[in-house]
């Protein structure tokens, strides 16, 4: 089994990632596996999405104004792991100037070093390119950019401040991880040193053991149709002619579990029972009572670039695993179908909702996912966290 080195000096964690506690992210998941030995600072920031007048933008914004305010104090411990702070900086929600950069990385800059510990070695963890202004100006001895998606192509996102800013912060850091193949080549033209590879974790144990108290949505299905289940993002990723097809012929009812965000969802909607977001330890059951997961992304850059973190958690719980054919999940091909069209991804979604997943399937996925625990990912951390 995987240890994780200690730190050879007392070491601080500065991570700028998803907010915590928004959804179990990979940048969450290691960091829980480096507590407490390596104490953690968790700066949650302003996102990379240029915000709209909807209503999730609008009840994130005032999640954050209630946290400046102090009518939610993200700074207090008592439902935090041991070793871990959370800070939220007043920030100015843009990038596109001079001014607005400056303002950010002052407040960012002044809340964060006066949170550093004493007579510990700093190191920065960072999975957004928005933190490039920050570098020389945190006192911190390393900088390490973990790559897990493709920002400049992310749906809803600023494309031309992002690519700017990441180009800046694949340069200037000390070093990169990249999830995936395509973010590690990318990053590979751009970086000082060679990026590494640190790809997704997984509690397999987790998903092949649904929480037994778990009760299911009332509106989940019950007309004996077959389910195909999708969690996650809901956003134009998807592939809405795909959805669409699934559940034209009626054979088939299309789950899609998770928050609605940006144009395809409402498209996808109409075609789909909506769940809206599930609590991530509620998933398993729900996976228990479907016949199909399904990943029906598009094939485009940004599905091109990442790791689905659910992959491995489809994979785990052992159920019929149908997803789109691309470079993150073609390695995996052994343990799923993949599809590159429509009609490919309906045929096999209807004949694994019948024949469920297949032996040689079951017994790759056991003999692969055995090493692929966080626990071994949060280790490979730690060796580049503790690299001089």
Not at 296 to 306: K, S
Not at 310 to 317: D, F, G, H, P, V
Request: proline share 9%.
């Amino acid at each position: 089994m995987a240890e994780i080195p200690p730190p050879p000096v007392p070491t601080q964690l500065i991570v700028f990632a998803d907010d915590w506690g928004r959804h179990p992210s990979s940048s969450q998941h290691l960091i829980r596996e480096l507590l407490p030995q390596y104490p953690t600072l968790w700066v949650n920031t302003v996102g990379t999405r240029v915000p709209k007048l909807s209503l999730a933008d609008l009840q994130r914004g005032y999640g954050v104004l209630a946290s400046w305010l102090g009518s939610r104090a993200p700074t207090s411990s008592a439902k935090y792991p041991d070793g871990f702070r959370l800070v939220a900086p007043k920030m100015y929600p843009g990038y596109r100037n001079p001014l607005q950069r400056w303002f950010n990385r002052a407040q960012v800059a002044r809340t964060v070093r006066a949170l550093r510990r004493p007579n510990h070695r700093c190191v920065v963890i960072t999975t957004l390119p928005t933190t490039a202004d920050l570098i020389g100006h945190l006192g911190a001895d390393r900088w390490l950019y973990y790559c897990v998606d493709d920002y400049a192509q992310w749906p809803g996102s600023d494309h031309t401040v992002m690519r700017q800013m990441e180009r800046e912060l694949f340069q200037r850091v000390d070093a990169v991880a990249a999830v995936s193949e395509v973010l590690e080549s990318k990053a590979a033209g751009l970086t000082k040193h060679p990026p590494a590879r640190l790809e997704h974790g997984v509690d397999a144990l987790q998903w092949s053991t649904p929480r037994i108290e778990t009760q299911l949505a009332p509106s989940w299905p019950d007309d004996r149709k077959p389910i195909a289940l999708f969690w996650g993002l809901i956003d134009e990723r998807m592939d809405v002619e795909w959805v669409k097809a699934l559940a034209a012929d009626q054979q088939t009812q299309v789950v899609m579990a998770g928050p609605e965000a940006l144009g395809a969802s409402a498209s996808i909607g109409f075609w789909s029972l909506a769940l809206g977001p599930i609590a991530h330890a509620d998933l398993p059951a729900y996976a228990a009572a479907s016949n199909v997961l399904i990943m029906p992304y598009t094939d485009a850059p940004v599905t091109r670039a990442m790791q689905p973190l659910k992959l491995k958690e489809y994979l785990a719980t052992m159920k019929p695993v149908v997803v789109r054919d691309l470079p993150s999940t073609r390695p995996w091909a052994d343990c799923c179908d993949l599809a590159s069209d429509s009609e490919t991804f309906v045929r096999v979604v209807q004949e694994r909702s019948k024949t469920g997943t297949p032996q040689q399937q079951i017994e790759a996925r056991n003999r692969r996912l055995t090493s692929e625990s966080w626990t071994a990912t949060a280790a490979q951390l730690a060796e580049l966290i503790n690299t001089v």
